[in-house]
């Protein structure tokens, strides 16, 4: 089992920053580690995506260029850094992790069975 949560997020203007983290806790192994973000209305996307194994990194086009993923393994934790924040960015931020990892759908959330309850990011003036 494994359990995450996600902190940082708050109200930001646009063009502002935000660093969000996920603490993961329990004795499963994983393989990646994924945000996901669900605006009202919408369905849940596919934000950006750590491999553990290998390092490598995945970002929606819609983040690309003004997010960054990383990660602190000692202390259990994955951040997501959000620049040049835009309205559109307003969601529940969620991070997820799947008993495996499929890197050519990453953003799929179907494949992550632990999911943390999600922070809230609002840009707004």
């Known amino acids: 089992q494994l359990q995450l949560a996600e902190f940082g997020g708050g109200l930001v203007q646009p063009g502002g920053s935000l660093t969000l983290s996920c603490e993961v806790s329990g004795n499963m192994p994983y393989y990646a580690i994924t945000w996901f973000r669900q605006a009202p209305g919408k369905e849940r996307e596919g934000v950006s995506c750590?491999?553990?194994?290998?390092?490598?990194?995945y970002y929606a086009d819609s983040v690309k260029d003004r997010v960054t993923i990383s990660r602190d393994s000692a202390k259990n934790t994955v951040y997501l850094r959000m620049n040049s924040l835009k309205p559109e960015d307003t969601a529940v931020y969620y991070c997820?992790?799947?008993?495996?990892?499929?890197?050519?759908?990453?953003?799929?959330?179907?494949?992550?069975?632990?999911w943390g309850r999600g922070t809230q990011v609002t840009v707004s003036s």
């Open positions: 997820a992790v799947g008993p495996g990892f499929l890197a050519t759908h990453w953003w799929a959330p179907h494949l992550y069975d632990y």
């Open positions: 750590l491999s553990i194994s290998d390092g490598n990194t």
